[in-house]
């Protein structure tokens, strides 16, 4: 359990950079423009992971219609809880930095925080492998969970090897 939590949370990290918003050139005036908009950095990972697992875990389209959907949600609540952990995390770094006077209660509550939230993570992974279930076979469960480690793993290598804006490449 512990190595899956670390997981999700290397992979949120990962994920939360390819979010980052990075500045646009005006290039209006140049006639190569393409006149629609560019899909972002998230976007584009977003494709890329939807073709990974959608391959690695050999999704029929009936499949892919039932799992998106509640994979979305999945994905949210966890990414909910995982910004708790970093929240409690950021504001623990600072009361012990000496950048935010503190006591030992508030130290405490903290604690409890980041502690809690894990747990929380926890709970979703149990609720959603549940959901999962009902929609795709237990082999394809286990893919998922497989697929979502090795996706994470490419995307830091990726990152690794300075794939910057615009760079993110179809990952096999």
């Not at 390819?18 to 976007?43: L, R």
């Not at 697929?147 to 179809?170: N, S, T």
């Amino acid at each position: 359990m512990k190595k899956i939590i670390i997981s999700i949370i290397a992979f949120c990290f990962a994920i939360g950079s390819y979010a980052q918003e990075f500045p646009q050139i005006n290039t209006q005036s140049s006639p190569q423009n393409n006149p629609q908009k560019e899909p972002s950095k998230y976007e584009q990972v977003q494709s890329v992971k939807i073709a990974f697992f959608t391959t690695e875990l050999g999704l029929t389209p009936k499949e892919a219609e039932e799992f998106w959907p509640i994979y979305n949600k999945f994905w949210k609540e966890r990414e909910v809880a995982h910004r708790k952990i970093q929240g409690s995390m950021k504001f623990m770094s600072k009361m012990l930095n000496g950048e935010k006077p503190f006591s030992d209660a508030e130290l405490k509550k903290m604690l409890e925080i980041y502690v809690n939230s894990f747990a929380i993570e926890g709970v979703i992974q149990r609720k959603y492998y549940d959901e999962f279930s009902k929609v795709l076979s237990t082999e394809k469960v286990a893919k998922l969970y497989k697929a979502e480690e090795d996706f994470r793993i490419k995307m830091i290598h990726q990152l690794r090897k300075g794939g910057g804006p615009g760079e993110v490449k179809e990952v096999k």
